[in-house]
Nanobody, 124 residues
Framework: QVQLVESGGGLVQAGGSLRLSCEFSGRTFSIYAMAWFRQAPGKEREFVAGTGRYGTTYYTDSVKGRFTISRDNAKNTLYLQMNSLRPEDTAIYYC??????????????????WGQGTQVTVSS
């Protein structure tokens, strides 16, 4: 059974940076596609960024150029470096995993495993 544990959230001023981490355990990390999703109060959960098993990356338009997703297969860890944060980035950020099928990286329903989430709050 895959387990995902996020960390690194917090309160930051607009323009600041945070780095989220997601520790993966229970299966072979290197064959899984990984992604970050977020959910703001009163809104649906949305795709933020994803990465395939070989390191291909995908981003939603609103974070391109500001966020960077990466993975360290030796440490079984997924990261999300968030720069130039905006108040509209405020949300609970979730890590998700699925066996890589080389498609549907942004589709919520395609992911089998989810972390508990970490809160990111950006003040103006």
């Amino acid at each position: 059974q895959v387990q995902l544990v996020e960390s690194g959230g917090g309160l930051v001023q607009a323009g600041g940076s945070l780095r989220l981490s997601c520790e993966f355990s229970g299966r072979t990390f290197s064959i899984y596609a990984m992604a970050w999703f977020r959910q703001a109060p009163g809104k649906e959960r949305e795709f933020v960024a994803g990465t395939g098993r070989y390191g291909t990356t995908y981003y939603t338009d609103s974070v391109k150029g500001r966020f960077t997703i990466s993975r360290d297969n030796a440490k079984n860890t997924l990261y999300l470096q968030m720069n130039s944060l905006r108040p509209e980035d405020t949300a609970i950020y979730y890590c998700a995993a699925k066996i890589d099928t080389y498609s549907d990286y942004s589709r919520i329903a395609s992911y089998d495993y989810w972390g508990q989430g970490t809160q990111v709050t950006v003040s103006s």
